[in-house]
């Protein structure tokens, strides 16, 4: 599943692509992946144009000027690819259909543009959604009820992110990072990096952590994220930037893939265990339990 930097991406990549642009057909194949009425096709998509391209936590959403709003979860195998006479962008998991004609056997959903640009939805194992709804309802839906703040906004400050992580005060510090009702889209790779930069163990308890380290671990948040989206994103087994290349920041990764590995910071060997029912990377000397 991607993480919020790799969606940020994917999103950036879009709103250089789509905006304006006016919807003339949409053909689906699969009830499961674009769950939405014909009538409600007809009446809120077909022609109307895209009003903006935006993302909360791991979840695109494309603001048509209908005000209804195509809300996408990509879940593991899904991708966006958009195609016009000069442009290709594809982003999502890298097979060939990124690259190929389409549509294919992965084809999900088909958007005809009326400059005859189309934008496809592909997803292997139909786990992903596309669904269409009154703008005004997509806070409304469940994730959106439940997910947490989210953690580039920047209005988002460490005082939050302290009060946020006080109601978890139980919890192992890694399972709340992981839990999208405490701060949205931190996956695996950004716990793991943002912990390590903390010099914080994954197995400390919430309420054992004084505001000084959360507010570190804030920082560490933020900064991890945002090298990671300056660096196209970071799954590079499953997501690719929206100019077609693997997203690089593993290349800068601290501890996540390192085991076995030198510390930068202290040059202790790195150690894979498992916390929160994931593999977790620590460096034992710099993150201490």
């Known amino acids: 599943m991607p993480e919020l930097p790799e969606v940020e991406t994917i999103k950036r990549g879009l709103e250089g692509l789509i905006i304006d642009r006016r919807i003339k057909k949409v053909s689906n194949d699969n009830a499961k ?10 009446s809120f998509m077909i022609g109307s144009a895209v009003a903006g391209v935006s993302r909360r936590a791991k979840v695109l959403m494309i603001d048509l000027e209908s005000d ?10 899904g991708q966006i690819v958009f195609v ?5 962008f594809g982003a999502g998991h890298p097979t060939d259909s990124l690259v190929k004609n389409l549509p294919d056997k992965s084809t999900r ?11 496809y939805f ?22 959106m009820k439940k997910v947490g703040p ?7 400050t460490a005082k939050q992110f302290i009060a946020s992580f006080k109601r978890r005060s139980n919890s192992r510090i890694k399972a709340a990072l992981l839990d999208q009702s405490v701060i949205a889209g931190v996956g695996n790779i950004y716990a793991d990096e943002s912990l390590w930069g903390a010099q914080i163990h994954p197995e400390k308890r919430v309420g054992e952590l004084t505001d000084k380290h959360l507010t570190k671990l804030y920082e560490q948040v933020r900064a991890v994220m945002n090298l990671s989206i300056q660096k196209g994103g970071s799954t590079d087994k499953n997501y690719i930037d929206a100019e077609g290349k693997r997203g690089s920041y ?3 990764a601290n501890v996540f893939r390192r085991e076995g590995q030198a510390c930068g910071r202290c040059q202790t060997t790195i150690q894979k265990t498992r916390v929160a029912g994931r593999g977790t990377h620590i460096c034992p000397i710099c993150q201490k339990l």
Not at 33 to 38: A, D, M, T, Y
Not at 68 to 77: D, G, S
Not at 110 to 119: A, R, W
């Open 33 to 42: 992946s674009f769950p939405n009425s014909q009538a409600d096709v007809d």
């Open 250 to 252: 593993l290349e800068f």
């Open 109 to 119: 959903v088909e958007i005809f543009f009326e400059d005859e640009s189309k934008l």
């Open 122 to 143: 592909n997803d292997q194992r139909k786990f992903g959604w596309m669904r269409l709804l009154p703008k005004l309802e997509v806070p409304n839906i469940d994730f």
């Open 68 to 77: 209804y709003t195509l809300v996408i979860h990509l879940k593991m195998t």
């Open 150 to 156: 989210e953690p580039l906004a920047d209005d988002f």
């Open 84 to 88: 016009d006479n000069t442009v290709r």
